[in-house]
């Protein structure tokens, strides 16, 4: 058994509709899941879609506002309905914010991106947790920054988001680890997708000064993030739990 294979798993993935996630549900249907996948933007999600069964792959697409309570549970309940099982989730979907500092950030830029960034992982895994436990197995793999590990300056409701995503991935692991549910999280580095093209909004010195960040000399590309959560997915991470994984050129070594 190829103990990297992902050949009968049902994965979901939020904020598939673009960026590490599309390149996440692209990469788990290579390695053979049935994929859901997940996105407030249902146009971008079927596009997804139809690039995972143009690959050959399977594959539904969802609409879900990961702030809604009750559009998380129907994303799920879709899921189990369409697939019949749920082993794997990825919790990717997120947002950032200008660099505003503590004093431009309103209380209401706070509060959404506390509720997307955040409140959205502990809704999705509080409805994704009850069918891995009946099943006895899965994985959750949620997507952190690595501004949950150390601050970004001028970003304080992203960096205490992340922080937080990277605290409750923690808690929960430890609460599923004896009942056969892994629970990590991933903390990319500066990755080049549409969300990060938005923050840089074309200057290119605070590109350059976001490479420097990084030792590897360069920013990572969705497919490399892609790769690993993969990998922690598969049989071939089973003893990986409550992990907080920096993949991102060294930035977080320094
Ligand atoms: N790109 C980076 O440099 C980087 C670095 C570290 C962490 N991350 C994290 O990776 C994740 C994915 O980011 P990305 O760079 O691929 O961004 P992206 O903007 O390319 O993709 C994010 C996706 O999430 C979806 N989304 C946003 N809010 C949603 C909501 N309320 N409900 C459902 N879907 C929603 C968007 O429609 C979009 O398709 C985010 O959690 C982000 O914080 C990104």
Redesign the pocket.
């Known amino acids: 058994m190829d103990r990297f294979s992902l050949d009968t798993r049902v994965a979901l993935v939020?904020?598939a509709?673009?960026?590490?996630?599309r390149a996440t549900s692209l990469e788990l249907a290579r390695a053979g899941a049935r994929v859901v996948a997940?996105?407030?933007?249902l146009p971008?999600t079927v596009e997804t879609v139809e690039l995972i069964c143009g690959d050959g792959g399977r594959a539904l697409a969802v609409e879900?506002?990961?702030?809604d309570v009750s559009a998380v549970d129907t994303m799920v309940d879709a899921a189990v309905t369409e697939f019949g099982s749920l082993d794997i989730a990825v919790n990717?979907?997120?947002?950032?914010s200008p660099p505003l500092g503590i004093l431009g950030t309103t209380p209401e830029d706070w509060r959404r991106l506390i509720e997307?960034?955040l409140t959205?992982v502990f809704l999705c895994m509080r409805a994704e947790v009850p069918h891995m436990l009946e099943a006895g197995r899965g994985s959750i793999v949620n997507?952190?920054?690595?501004?949950g590990l150390v601050g970004a300056n001028l970003l304080p409701a992203y960096t205490a988001s992340?922080h937080g995503v990277v605290g409750l991935t923690k808690s929960v692991a430890l609460e599923l680890a004896p009942r056969g549910v892994r629970v990590n999280c991933i903390c990319?580095?500066?990755?080049r997708?549409?969300?990060?093209e938005g923050f840089l909004s074309g200057n290119e010195l605070m590109e350059q000064l976001m490479v420097s960040g990084h030792p590897i000399g360069r920013l990572g590309t969705?497919e490399e993030i892609a790769d690993a959560v993969r990998w922690v997915c598969s049989d071939a991470a089973s003893f990986v739990v409550g992990a907080a994984i920096t993949i991102d050129g060294g930035a977080i070594a320094q």
């Open positions: 939020t904020g509709g673009s960026g590490i996630g997940a996105d407030s933007d971008a879900a506002d990961v702030t990717c979907a997120g947002m950032t997307v960034n959205s997507i952190a920054s690595g501004a992340k990319p580095g500066a990755t997708t549409p969300m990060l969705p």
